[in-house]
């Protein structure tokens, strides 16, 4: 980051949403993949991953340990609530919720590390922009939505059959004769799911990635800034304590609902 940049609030702020990115494709213009997304979804998959075998690795029927008791608890709680929500037979659910749950918490919980203290490390070595909420980024939300949307597809054509599924499609709610609004009402319901469910999480979290740079930047305006600082910077850390759980939560239960009534005939 040049000197300059760093004089301004706006331009701290502009520096810290920024993704590092790289084009892909012959000129560079075919896509751009924003790597500091992928890298950190995929090194906190790779840790929920770590995180579970750890508790199977000595995993016992007895009295277990103090991971595998958590571990267990939280699958639990997962499950239960898979259970209670969705209607239909398929065993996946519960793994799906298990897996978005978890994902989205640990994609989440990277708000709570401050933004300098990965950025700065990082421009040592020559990175000079590093977005660290992979969920702050709505490419990764709306890739989460977009999975949902295609397992929600996949759903509804296993229990109903293409046949069926094309039928309903064109007939419900208002009947074979009013063919075109009915499809135009569930071709709107279908598309309408993965976009809020994406924005949905991404507002929330890109929301509070603002936020939490305003008060970092109100942190070096002399000593009075550094403590409104430190008391925002507490304030809005505890409160994101109660968002970053909550937001994978509702993501987690939307899905399930949403495989749930795939499932439904009208």
């Known amino acids: 980051m040049a000197g300059e940049a760093e004089l301004t609030p706006t331009s701290y702020i502009q520096h810290h949403l920024h993704n590092l990115t790289a084009q892909v494709g012959e000129g560079g213009g075919?896509?751009?993949?924003?790597?500091?997304?992928?890298?950190?979804?995929?090194?906190?998959?790779?840790?929920?991953?770590?995180?579970?075998?750890?508790?199977?690795?000595?995993?016992?029927?007895?009295?277990?340990?103090?991971w595998q008791a958590f571990v267990e608890i939280c699958l639990e709680f997962v499950d239960r609530q898979a259970r209670d929500t969705y209607q239909g037979t398929s065993k996946l659910v519960t793994p799906i919720a298990i897996t978005l749950f978890f994902w989205i918490l640990l994609m989440n919980t990277m708000k709570m590390i401050p933004a300098d203290f990965i950025a700065k490390p990082l421009e040592w070595v020559g990175v000079h922009y590093w977005k660290p909420v992979p969920t702050a980024d709505v490419n990764a939300t709306l890739g989460l939505s977009i999975s949902v949307?295609?397992?929600?597809?996949?759903?509804?054509?296993?229990?109903?059959?293409?046949?069926?599924?094309?039928?309903?499609?064109?007939?419900?709610?208002?009947?074979?004769w009013m063919m075109p609004f009915n499809l135009v009402l569930n071709t709107v319901e279908w598309l309408s799911k993965p976009i809020s469910l994406a924005m949905r999480l991404f507002g929330n979290m890109f929301g509070g990635e603002i936020v939490f740079l305003l008060i970092w930047v109100l942190g070096g305006a002399g000593l009075l800034g550094l403590l409104g600082g430190a008391v925002f910077g507490f304030g809005w850390m505890v409160f994101h304590l109660l968002v970053i759980p909550l937001q994978a939560f509702i993501f987690m239960m939307l899905s399930i609902v949403y495989l749930s009534l795939a499932e439904d005939s009208h």
């Open 30 to 66: 075919f896509m751009t993949l924003h790597l500091d997304t992928l890298i950190t979804s995929v090194l906190t998959g790779a840790l929920m991953v770590f995180l579970f075998w750890l508790a199977t690795r000595k995993a016992t029927a007895g009295v277990p340990g103090k």
């Open 149 to 176: 949307f295609f397992l929600t597809l996949f759903f509804a054509l296993r229990a109903k059959g293409l046949g069926h599924f094309t039928l309903e499609f064109l007939t419900a709610p208002f009947g074979k």
